[in-house]
């Protein structure tokens, strides 16, 4: 069954999606439960994952962590499906406040 299954895949071209969605569906058994928490994949677009931290400081654990976690993906999906990881934190802090604004600087503006 297991063989019929990939033939149909590789013949309907949805090889790729299925590893992309294997990555996405099982990534907090390849990242674990507490990195899982923190960070969550947002995209996925060709080789390339985008995740996104809850925190600064999970930003920067996540790219402390980005090769082992490659290895890792490399081990339970499959070698090459995901060859970059891009990391996003959070925002920054919004400076818009109300339904009216000016369109000049805004509050940095001063200082002259």
């Known amino acids: 069954m297991g063989n019929e299954m990939q033939r149909l895949f590789s013949h309907r071209g949805w090889k790729v999606d299925v590893q992309v969605g294997s990555v996405i569906g099982r990534w907090p058994n390849i990242v674990g439960a507490q990195v899982s928490a923190h960070i969550e994949p947002i995209s996925f677009e060709g080789t ?23 290895t890792r993906i490399d081990a339970e999906v499959g070698p090459g499906i995901v060859t970059e990881i ?27």
């Open 48 to 70: 390339v994952l985008t995740v996104l931290a809850d925190s600064t400081a999970w930003a920067t654990q996540m790219k402390l962590l980005q090769s082992s976690i490659l």
């Open 86 to 112: 891009i990391v996003k934190g959070p925002g920054g802090p919004s400076w818009k406040k109300g339904r009216l604004r000016s369109s000049g600087p805004g509050p940095r503006d001063t200082y002259g």
